[in-house]
């Protein structure tokens, strides 16, 4: 079945940056899109940005625009989300979705940022 | 960056209709915002009720529904049962980018 699986939790220290890892299995990866979300402590989702797989486009909110990058390896079949400039606002559960329709979901990744 | 409302909160009685809305700052929603319907229960990965304004997931149950009303992207649940109490965000996409609501927090009582 279609799944997405994320790498586990992180504890990150200002300043610093994490990547996020989302492998896809199960459906073609290569014709698909990843979208990446957050949800912070309370509980408010956000749009963070997307990565369509078979051309390497990326589309960012502008939030996260001089801070995010999303890669893909289509080799193993899995996206990335890389953070940098981390601050303790930045704690907050990670997602990955599958296509336009965000559909399977990740299991989510939590990112700590403490000093 | 648009800003995307939603109720807080709503309650429905079981059996009951219950519509909730998003509205976008920037003006009146329409189909080219593709507006979404996310459904998160507590502890629970969200999930895809409707996508591109009406158009429902497999797994979406027939009580959910979604829609323009107004100015605004609707979702309506006729027949509101128990395990529908959850929190409900609506998405929106802009040429910016996608922006989510605040959600709203639906009780069932």
């Known amino acids: 079945q279609m799944q997405l699986v994320q790498s586990g939790p992180e504890v990150k220290k200002p300043g610093t940056s994490v990547k996020v890892s989302c492998k896809a299995s199960g459906f073609m990866f290569s014709s698909s899109s990843i979208q990446w979300v957050r949800q912070t402590r309370g509980q408010r989702l956000e749009w963070i940005g997307w990565i369509v797989v078979g051309n390497d486009n990326t589309h960012y909110a502008q939030k996260f625009h001089q801070r995010v990058t999303i890669t893909r390896d289509m080799s193993t079949s899995t996206a990335y989300m890389e953070l940098s400039s981390l601050e303790s606002e930045d704690t907050a559960v990670y997602y990955c979705a599958a296509g336009v329709r965000f559909d399977p979901w990740g299991p989510g990744t939590l990112v700590t940022v403490a000093s | 960056q648009a800003v995307v409302t939603q109720e807080p909160s709503l309650t429905v009685s079981p059996g009951g209709t219950v519509t909730l809305t998003c509205g976008s700052s920037?003006?009146?929603?329409?189909?080219?915002?593709?507006p979404y319907w996310f459904q998160q229960k507590p502890g629970q990965v969200p999930r895809t009720l409707i996508y591109?304004?009406?158009n429902k997931h497999s797994l979406t149950p027939a009580r959910f529904s979604g829609s323009l009303h107004g100015d605004k992207a609707a979702l309506t649940l006729s027949g509101a049962q128990p395990e529908d109490e959850a929190d409900y965000y609506c998405l929106l996409s802009y040429s910016g980018g996608r922006v989510f609501g605040g959600g709203t927090k639906l009780t069932v009582l």
């Open positions: 591109d304004t009406s």
């Open positions: 920037t003006g009146a929603v329409t189909s080219g915002h593709y």
